[in-house]
């Protein structure tokens, strides 16, 4: 069974820092892309992060140079650095992994979803 365990979420004040991780199981790790998406209150959800199997990363333009996607293949986990917090990422985010690793991974539709953890940005 795939499980993905999203964690690390908490409340940060603006300019901090949280590190979210994605521990999984049941898969072929090094085989997967894994992404972070994220959903704010009365908003779409959106891709914030993801990385393939070969460690190609991609970001939305609002998190660059503020957020590191990172994988380690022998923890079966993928860790989301946040740094330089903002209000606007406040967010309940998600990690999501999908067979097709290889593929440019903002495109994937993401087959396999864990439950989401709370980011929330004071001023």
Not at 21 to 44: H, L, M, N
Not at 55 to 78: C, E, L, M, P, Q
Request: aromatic share 12%; proline share 2%; hydrophobic share 35%.
């Amino acid at each position: 069974e795939v499980q993905l365990q999203a964690s690390g979420g908490g409340l940060v004040q603006t300019g901090g820092s949280l590190r979210l991780s994605c521990a999984t199981s049941g898969f072929v790790f090094d085989d997967y892309a894994i992404a972070w998406y994220r959903q704010a209150p009365g908003k779409e959800r959106e891709v914030v992060s993801c990385i393939n199997n070969a460690d190609a990363t991609h970001y939305i333009d609002s998190v660059k140079g503020r957020f590191t996607i990172s994988r380690v293949n022998a923890r079966n986990t993928v860790y989301l650095q946040m740094n330089s917090l903002k209000t606007d990422d406040t967010a309940v985010y998600y990690c999501a992994a999908d067979r097709a690793g290889g593929s440019y991974c903002p495109f994937i539709p993401y087959e396999h979803w864990g439950q989401g953890t709370q980011v929330t940005v004071s001023s």
